[in-house]
């Protein structure tokens, strides 16, 4: 399954982009002779064309080598991307929450949101076992994380404050159980896949054991050939 790389992608594009922009440039200015304005314009409108023709051709075959329409390709691209964003917004709230409980909670909300992103990326596909991930429980847990970051903030907490802040908790304790179960999820084929193959190496260790067991030879007894010879010799 070929990742999601859209940094490789990025570079593919540039290296055929600007050699040609800048091959015609010059070509336009000295060559054509149509003016240093022209040319730049033109030479400008060269790389768009190219650059956009290349990310189409790019787009189609990933999608294609994926089994995936392109209109899917697009759509996982557009929730990878905007995931990176929310979880963003997730880390900008590590120092406004007041408790040393409350900053690990987030720490490690945050670092379930990337390993779900990031095991995405890698195999697009998986992102219709995080559907729920990218379309509900990653605005969830910011959306909680900030209502419970505005109300730590108020100088003065009374009593509905306090219950409001722990219900709070309790719900983004609950939701990072939730986004625990989305990452088993995506990552429940990878480990029927090692299961798999540790079985399998398993069988050939047993194999190869078993081998070493029918090739031993067996220990020399009264009555095999040499002792049978010396007793003849002696009589």
């Given at each position: 399954?070929?990742?999601?790389?859209?940094?490789?992608?990025?570079?593919?594009?540039?290296?055929v982009?600007?050699?040609?922009?800048?091959?015609?440039?010059?070509?336009?200015?000295l060559?054509?002779?149509?003016?240093l304005?022209?040319?730049?314009?033109?030479?400008?409108?060269?790389?768009?064309?190219?650059n956009?023709?290349?990310?189409q051709?790019?787009i189609?075959?990933?999608?294609?080598?994926?089994?995936?329409?392109?209109?899917?390709?697009?759509?996982?691209?557009?929730?990878?991307?905007?995931?990176?964003?929310k979880?963003?917004?997730?880390?900008?709230?590590y120092?406004k929450v007041?408790?040393?409980?409350?900053?690990k909670?987030l720490?490690?909300?945050?670092?379930i949101?990337?390993?779900?992103?990031?095991?995405?990326?890698q195999?697009?596909?998986k992102?219709?076992?995080?559907?729920p991930?990218?379309y509900?429980?990653?605005?969830?847990?910011?959306?909680?994380?900030?209502?419970?970051t505005?109300?730590?903030?108020?100088?003065?907490?009374d009593?509905?404050?306090?219950?409001?802040l722990?219900?709070?908790?309790?719900?983004?304790l609950?939701?990072?159980k939730?986004?625990e179960q989305?990452?088993?999820?995506?990552?429940?084929?990878?480990?029927?896949k090692?299961?798999?193959?540790l079985?399998?190496?398993?069988?050939?260790?047993?194999?190869?054991?078993?081998?070493?067991?029918?090739?031993?030879p067996?220990?020399e007894q009264e009555?095999?050939v040499?002792?049978?010879?010396?007793t003849?010799?002696?009589k």
């Amino acid at each position: 399954m070929k990742p999601l790389k859209p940094i490789e992608n990025f570079i593919k594009r540039q290296s055929v982009s600007l050699p040609l922009m800048t091959v015609m440039f010059p070509v336009l200015y000295l060559g054509a002779e149509i003016g240093l304005i022209a040319s730049g314009a033109v030479a400008a409108g060269t790389y768009i064309a190219s650059n956009s023709t290349i990310k189409q051709v790019q787009i189609s075959s990933d999608s294609k080598n994926l089994g995936m329409t392109r209109s899917e390709y697009k759509n996982v691209r557009t929730q990878i991307k905007e995931g990176k964003e929310k979880i963003k917004q997730l880390q900008g709230n590590y120092y406004k929450v007041r408790s040393i409980s409350s900053f690990k909670q987030l720490m490690d909300m945050t670092k379930i949101a990337n390993k779900i992103i990031t095991v995405v990326q890698q195999n697009p596909r998986k992102f219709y076992l995080a559907e729920p991930f990218f379309y509900s429980h990653l605005d969830s847990a910011i959306e909680l994380t900030e209502k419970y970051t505005l109300l730590v903030g108020q100088p003065v907490k009374d009593q509905e404050m306090r219950v409001a802040l722990q219900d709070t908790r309790e719900m983004l304790l609950s939701l990072n159980k939730v986004m625990e179960q989305d990452l088993k999820r995506v990552l429940s084929s990878d480990v029927e896949k090692l299961r798999m193959e540790l079985d399998y190496a398993q069988l050939a260790v047993d194999q190869h054991n078993n081998q070493k067991l029918l090739v031993q030879p067996e220990p020399e007894q009264e009555g095999d050939v040499e002792h049978d010879r010396e007793t003849i010799n002696s009589k």
